[in-house]
């Protein structure tokens, strides 16, 4: 296309091509590149330390300047770095600080049990946090088991998880820790949910949990994956997750969500800008273009995927060059070559490419006429003979892994440092000693466990957005709760339609006194009443949480605050609204059921959350607030962690905050594979993704229509309907 006398490129320099703009750019880069690693060689000097490099020579000096333009440095390449409270030196910066804090080990080695190991992230994050461990690992990939054989030799191979019995382990287990498969769940998979085929290996988990009884344990999963799926997870284990991105504390981006009863570390170092966490430190002869790394997928190394890395400039050639498996290591937390292993394989696996003997004094047999054209067509085979190219083929070892199978290694492993930061607290002894057996009742069968069950109390969101509606699930079906039908041949479940039948809660005569509107009251705490009609939804969209925290009795429910929630505080008189966690409530059974408001004998402490800048985050600050009046409470604001201890990610925007964080997860590639997108096939979608923002408000100002047989719909098509 060529460019027209209005058409001046923006950088200021006419008549210039696009190449040589490019060129000088590469130029520009690779100057700061040079600046910035000679700031993290001289870091310990800066801050203090010591270690500080020899000058260069006179001469060395000067053709580093004459090959360099000299330009100013970006602002985004900092020269020297001296707001970081840890040293620049690599993974002992932080960890240094916490082992310090933590003091040397005592006592016996922990006995750790790893569950889908893959290349045995967890021992790598023991090894460089200090902890002895006498180590178990259950995984099913021969190249995997071989790597952390080579790597690891004292730990001991206890085979597949699905056949794992208490006998096989002789020692009692201090931690269990294991990512389940998220093919199911991860945005860019089939979206079969927790129950698929792959991703339900959580329920395994969940009984080797159950029969060890350990003290600590840890789960890890895709943060992209549904909402409801999220909420099954964290019924079943009992405790809400943590969320992490890796980018934190490393250069690639991996957002994770964490369940785990180990105590969360209380702060997070401060490491996202640093150079440690850059991409340039992970490099070997090469310039970073940008400071952070994608996702690290299986799929990454194929050059049709569309989850591919970024590329880096050689330091030599200044050409663009894809990144290595050697700096994926690095990047992921191993040191370098630690997946190149001599792979062992078995004699029946190796194919016998020689050709036939021929037996002395027979002529060799003469080849067999070809086939007409016609016969070929008739007798043909679909075969795939279609090899997708890669980037990088060179093995470094005679015999060892190709460099596909090394990046599907390192694309389904922990990211080092992040396990590392999470199991840091067990280094104290204090918190070591306050470990308890993990106890899980009742049953952990895929086919008996779901995320609603009949009887359940969940909690609905009104016209106004709010998710103080409640009822009473009487039966679900369809989507999660019934079989998938086959799917074999396309990439997105097909799903049966939804269909929940549930009974409102609607509040006395006595809590409706001070409240407007009756149907969308203000309150989200109360005595309510089971009504009698039965209606159905058939959208999880609805739906907003399990609520935990109400007394029963016959047909009467009472809903209040219980521990380790969050709620909002609605005052009437300033039209305004703030958040809290409760960190404590009691209660009188008998009064609450009473039916006399002011009379509950109800007592809540909380602590004030702070809003931060970023959305939906919340901090917990040292504000203490008693409350004897549930009446104040709106409703409650379902909530994960984020990051540490003291960090909350709470729902506060309702649908819409659902929507945009859907939306926001499908575009980041954080699966193990990458399947590519169809347009025209919608089938197995869920609510969220289907419905655009504009149309919730459409949703919420719907009237709730109640047919004269009970059943209630949202489109008018019963019978006799009667609007409430």
């Given amino acids: 296309m060529n460019a027209g006398p209005d058409r001046t490129p923006r950088f200021g320099l006419n008549r210039v091509c696009r190449m040589d703009l490019f060129l000088a750019k590469i130029e520009d880069l690779k100057r700061h590149a040079e600046l910035l690693s000679a700031s ?10 010591q270690g500080s490099q020899t000058p260069l020579p006179a001469s060395k000096r000067a053709k580093r300047d004459v090959a360099s333009p000299s330009l100013p440095p970006p602002s985004l390449h900092p020269q020297v770095v001296q707001d970081y409270p840890y040293e620049a030196d690599g993974v002992g910066d932080w960890l240094s600080h916490f082992k310090g804090e933590a003091g040397p080990w005592t006592g016996p080695p922990l006995v750790v049990l790893s569950l889908f190991d ?4 967890i021992w790598q994050a023991l090894t460089i946090l200090g902890i002895p461990f006498s180590g178990y690992s259950s995984e099913v990939e021969p190249t995997a088991i071989q790597v952390v054989k080579k790597q690891h030799p004292t730990v001991k191979h206890v085979g597949d998880i699905t056949k794992l019995k208490v006998s096989d382990i002789p020692e009692k287990l201090d931690l269990v820790i294991g990512g389940f498969p998220c093919q199911d769940l991860s945005v860019m998979g089939k979206k079969e949910g927790l129950h698929g085929s792959r991703s339900k290996l959580f329920f395994d988990l969940l009984r080797v949990i159950r029969d060890f009884k350990p ?38 981006k991996r957002r994770r969500l964490y369940w785990t009863n180990i105590p969360h570390p209380p702060h997070l170092p401060q490491l996202r800008d640093h150079p440690t966490a850059q991409l340039q430190h992970c490099l070997e002869n090469a310039i970073a273009i940008e400071h952070k790394c994608g996702v690290i997928l299986c799929s990454n190394l194929y050059k049709g995927s569309s989850a591919r890395l970024e590329f880096v400039l050689d330091s030599k050639t200044k050409v663009p060059r894809y990144m290595r498996a050697t700096e994926v290591e690095v990047l992921m937390g191993y ?28 002529p060799p047999p003469s080849p067999a006429p070809p086939e007409s054209t016609r016969a070929l067509r008739k007798n043909r085979m679909v075969r795939n003979f279609f090899q997708p190219e890669v980037w990088d083929t060179k093995i470094t070892k005679q015999g060892s892994l190709k460099e596909t199978e090394r990046w599907n290694l390192l ?19 204090a918190i070591r000693s306050r470990g308890k057996p993990v106890k899980i009742t009742g049953s952990v069968k895929e086919e008996e466990l779901s995320a609603m069950e009949p009887g359940d109390v969940w909690a609905l969101y009104n016209e106004n957005g709010k998710p103080n509606w409640y009822a009473v699930i009487k039966s679900r079906t369809g989507d999660r709760f019934s079989p998938i039908p086959d799917h074999s041949r396309k990439k997105i479940a097909r799903k049966t339609p939804l269909k929940v039948e549930m009974q409102y809660l609607e509040l006395t005569d006595n809590y409706l006194k001070n409240e407007v509107d009756g149907w969308n009251s203000q309150r989200g705490t109360g005595l309510f009443k089971l009504r009698s009609i039965v209606d ?30 969050v709620w909002s505080i609605w005052c009437p008189e300033y039209q305004y609204r703030y958040f809290v966690y409760v960190v404590e409530s009691t209660t009188n059974s008998e009064k609450l059921l009473a039916d006399k408001p002011g009379e509950e004998e109800f007592v809540a402490r909380c602590i004030v959350l702070l809003k931060t800048t970023d959305h939906e985050i919340f901090r917990k600050t040292d504000t203490e607030m008693t409350f004897t009046d549930p009446e104040k409470f709106e409703f409650r604001a379902p909530f994960h962690l984020k990051q540490e201890a003291d960090l909350l990610k709470v729902e506060v925007s309702g649908l819409k905050g659902r929507i945009r964080n859907r939306v926001a997860s499908e575009e980041e590639l954080d699966d193990e594979y990458d399947v590519p997108e169809e347009n025209d096939d919608t089938d197995g979608l869920i609510a969220e993704e289907l419905m655009a923002e504009d149309d919730l408000e459409a949703v919420l100002s719907t009237p709730v229509q109640i047919a004269a047989n009970g059943a209630s719909t949202s489109d008018g098509s019963a019978e006799s309907p009667v609007e409430v």
């Fill in 118 to 121: 893959g290349l045995g992230g």
């Fill in 335 to 362: 040191p370098r070559d630690y997946t190149n292993v001599v792979v062992k394989k078995k004699l029946d696996q190796i194919p016998d490419v020689r050709s036939p003997k021929t037996p002395k004094g027979k």
């Fill in 536 to 565: 159905v939804q058939t959208s999880w969209q609805a739906f907003s949480h399990r609520v935990t925290s109400f007394d029963k009795s016959e047909d009467s429910y009472f809903v209040y605050p219980g521990n380790d929630e």
């Fill in 40 to 49: 993290k060689r001289n870091c310990r000097c800066v801050q203090g330390g």
């Fill in 411 to 429: 694309g389904n492993t922990f990211s080092v440092k992040v396990i590392a930061y999470l199991m840091s607290p067990l280094m104290q002894s």
């Fill in 215 to 252: 003290k600590w344990f840890l789960a890890e999963n895709v943060a992209s994956m549904s909402w409801i799926d999220r909420e099954e997870i964290t019924r079943h284990i009992g405790l809400p997750p943590l969320e992490l991105d890796s980018q934190e504390l490393t250069a690639s």
